[in-house]
């Protein structure tokens, strides 16, 4: 069965300072992985998406994320953090193979201090 | 016009009220979803529709009925809910069940009295 677990449920750095939030995952067959991004009173939104391409990948807002197979994990960095980064973000894995159902990590919160 | 829009936004409601979530997607999508958000718990897949049939209930309890009268429209019909399932229920779109590219409203938040 596929699972995501999401290192630290909530994370804070200073405006200006490196974001990296944790993501490992477990699937049987190649995954295809997920982050997405949910600001208050909001829905969801896609950062960005690995399916099997380059393994690094590359999202919006200056989002990116390493897909490690090695080391079964899809960690979300961003060089420079923003005050409007501030928001929760969720990792998910899916088997495409079987209808596309997405699982997701419970969430990492991210504050950003100026 | 939003991608995907939800109403109502907040709702209110008593363990007898039948009351019904509104979803309506304006991507021209083949599949559509409810999702459950709790506080410190994972998203819960609830249905999925795939071309207005739906493909999977995630043993969600009757008390929740889901309705998918064409491909742009959802619904997730409401009665004799109970306090724990106060939350805030998202519904998603995408262009088929395939992808995992989903694409959220911004949700109806529920609060059962």
């Known amino acids: 069965a596929q699972s995501v677990t999401q290192l630290g449920s909530h994370v804070s750095v200073s405006e200006g300072a490196l974001v990296l939030l944790r993501c490992n995952y477990s699937?049987?067959?190649?995954?295809?992985l997920f982050w997405y991004v949910q600001y208050p009173n909001q829905g969801l939104q896609l950062l960005l998406k690995?399916?099997?391409?380059?393994?690094l990948v590359k999202g919006i807002n200056g989002f990116e994320a390493e897909f490690k197979k090695s080391e079964t994990s899809f960690h979300l960095t961003k060089p420079s953090a923003h005050m409007s980064d501030a928001a929760e973000y969720f990792c998910a894995v899916s088997d495409i193979g079987k209808g596309g159902k997405l699982i997701f990590g419970q969430g990492t919160e991210l504050s950003v201090k100026p | 016009e939003t991608g995907v829009t939800q109403t109502p936004r907040h709702l209110v409601m008593g363990m007898t009220n039948k009351k019904s979530l509104k979803c309506e997607q304006h991507?021209?999508?083949?599949?559509m979803y409810w999702y459950k958000q709790s506080a410190k718990k994972p998203l819960e897949l609830m249905f999925v529709?795939?071309?207005?049939?739906?493909?999977e209930n995630n043993s969600v309890p009757s008390r929740f009925s889901p309705e998918c009268p064409n491909s742009s429209h959802l619904f997730l019909h409401l009665h004799t809910l109970q306090p724990e399932d106060s939350a805030l229920y998202l519904c998603?779109?995408?262009?088929?069940?395939?992808?995992?590219?989903?694409?959220f409203g911004e949700g109806s938040r529920l609060t059962v009295l």
């Open positions: 690995y399916t099997s391409a380059a393994t």
């Open positions: 699937s049987s067959v190649p995954p295809y």
């Open positions: 991507l021209g999508h083949n599949a």
């Open positions: 529709y795939s071309l207005e049939e739906r493909v």
């Open positions: 998603a779109s995408s262009p088929s069940r395939d992808t995992g590219e989903l694409f």
